[in-house]
């Protein structure tokens, strides 16, 4: 094994113990408004949908706006 794959292996660890930590000290139910629906749900969840949302809103900001600075720069 590499010195590379163990430094993976560790942060991948790591990463694994604050998620696992989180997870469990976060368990207590949060109710959350949203436009005319209220949810009851457990805050960890709450928190793992508002983690997804905002991987997936910057991966597709991140992506046009790529893309939209590239066309800018082709057109100078």
């Known amino acids: 094994m590499t010195t590379r794959n163990r430094i993976k292996l560790i ?5 694994l113990a604050l998620v696992l930590i989180i997870g469990l000290q976060n368990t207590a139910a949060v109710e959350t408004k949203f436009l005319f629906v ?8 709450l928190l793992l949908i508002t983690f ?11 992506r046009f ?10 057109a100078e």
């Open 52 to 62: 997804t949302l905002g991987v997936l809103v910057g991966g597709i900001l991140g």
């Open 11 to 15: 942060v991948a660890g790591i990463a």
């Open 38 to 45: 209220t949810l009851e749900m457990p805050r960890v969840l």
């Open 65 to 74: 706006g790529l893309s939209w600075l590239k066309m800018k720069k082709q």
